[in-house]
């Protein structure tokens, strides 16, 4: 309780006479002043045509013997999701303006309410959400990061408590920002530290670029203290474009997946999942080489690169997936629900692809990990959103597991959450 105290006592003290008055009301926020008159905040519907639809797709979903799928929540262009520790809801990012608090207020694994979260404050791009380790929801956005102190308690009103941790135009130079690859993803460690993957704006980055993103983190992850921005430090480099991590819960190590570049063709480059196991700016080939050994400099996608060469010393991923099947979201069970193989395991969302003569992906991989840390063979967990037409009804983004042990599926295609259960 003393910590939240205090950081609701920093936010306003940090806050002034900020010129953003004017144009967005954080600075009025930060100061713990009301800045919307109106708390009445619009409900998504959950019934309807449109959730019965969804439910209907969902009927080509196809699951290992024992579970079940079903519509948790309608909630417009859902990407990544936070679960909230003490209580039935949910904090759900988005590539818009908007961050969904989704509510299952009576606890019967559907979602009763589904509201925008702190609609008073200009979101850009939120995509990012995750919790500090002592309830501090944090909003990674395309090029700023907010914490809001108890978030989950004091949601249902229009005006929050926010810290602002890293201000706008601060988390890469505006001069790097771009339309392409501005979703950012994070977790926070057991130590405190908060981890932010940054994208590369490019395809493949030109020539000019790659020492510049290296030196910053574009193109890889950085970390910094998730109240203030302080010690900020890059952890991992030679990355394309990461848009899901998670932490091993065991060994404490940050696995994160890694989008292949596009103009290659049909079956190359894989796609990758990835786990730092060293400190201190671990490269991971890029944008030299994909995969295992998939050579991108100097070819048609990266001309400009040609006779550049990969560090000496670059980190194999754990997994290479089929090309373009755009692997983003990914979490470690923890859950006791499902059967004891899944149990450790990650979990991964295929969005699927566009660049591709013939779409694939739009599905959900389950990776097994190792008595040793390290990864087993990928397989296929959920699929059937894609289908024999090539048509897409969902594309899955992330995954997260709720207290139950259950299974969530965000998809920012039909705008909806799923739920995944088993029973024996």
């Known amino acids: 309780m003393q910590k939240l105290f205090a950081a609701l006592l920093m936010a306003g003290l940090a806050s002034g006479a900020s010129a953003q008055a004017g144009k967005d009301n954080l600075s009025t ?71 969904w608090a989704v509510t299952d207020r009576n606890g019967d694994g559907t979602a009763d309410e589904v509201k925008a979260f702190a609609p008073s404050l200009n979101f850009k791009v939120p995509n990012g959400v995750c919790w500090t380790k002592d309830g501090f929801l944090i909003v990674a956005e395309h090029n700023r990061v907010l914490n809001f102190p108890a978030a989950e308690f004091f949601y249902e009103g229009p005006d929050v408590a926010v810290i602002e ?67 900020r430090e890059v952890v991992a480099v030679g990355v394309r474009n990461s848009v ?9 190590t940050v696995w994160f997946t890694d989008n292949q570049t596009d ?63 755009a692997q983003l979201g990914m979490t470690f069970y923890n859950g006791g629900m499902f059967p004891a193989k899944y149990r450790g395991g990650i979990f991964v969302a295929s969005h699927g692809s566009w660049n591709r003569t013939k779409a694939t992906g739009a599905l959900i991989n389950f990776v097994p990990v190792k008595a040793d840390g390290t990864a087993g063979a990928s397989e296929v967990f959920a699929e059937g959103w894609l289908d024999a037409n090539g048509i897409y009804k969902g594309r899955p983004v992330d995954v997260a597991v709720m207290k139950d042990g259950s299974l969530l599926i965000s998809d920012d295609y039909v705008g909806a959450i799923y739920r995944v259960t088993h029973s024996h």
């Not at 859902?78 to 904090?91: E, G, I, K, Q």
Request: proline share 9%; charged share 25%; with cysteine.
């Open 29 to 99: 926020l930060k100061q713990m002043k009301v800045a919307t008159t109106d708390l009445n905040i619009p409900l998504v519907p959950q019934e309807g045509r449109n959730a019965d639809a969804i439910r209907a797709n969902l009927k080509s979903v196809k699951l290992p013997p024992g579970f079940k799928i079903e519509l948790f929540a309608v909630v417009p262009d859902a990407r990544h999701m936070a679960v909230a520790p003490s209580t039935n809801m949910l904090f759900v990012g988005t590539r818009k303006t908007k961050v």
């Open 165 to 231: 941790v890293v201000p706008q135009g601060k988390l890469v130079p505006e001069e790097e920002e771009s339309y392409n690859h501005g979703a950012r993803t994070c977790r926070v460690s057991d130590d405190g530290k908060l981890y932010v993957t940054l994208g590369q704006p490019y395809n493949v980055q030109p020539k000019e670029k790659v020492a510049l993103y290296e030196k910053l983190g574009i193109g890889g992850m950085i970390r910094m203290d998730p109240f203030d921005g302080s010690k």
């Open 244 to 252: 899901g991590m998670d932490i091993n819960p065991k060994d404490k």
């Open 263 to 325: 103009g290659m063709g049909d079956e190359i480059p894989p796609g990758e999942l990835n786990r730092i196991t060293k400190a201190g700016g671990e490269h991971f080939g890029y944008p030299f080489i994909h995969g295992n050994n998939t050579q991108i400099a100097g070819t048609g996608a990266a001309p400009d690169l040609k006779g550049m060469k990969a560090p000496a010393s670059w980190t194999k991923p754990q997994v290479e997936f089929p090309a373009h099947q």
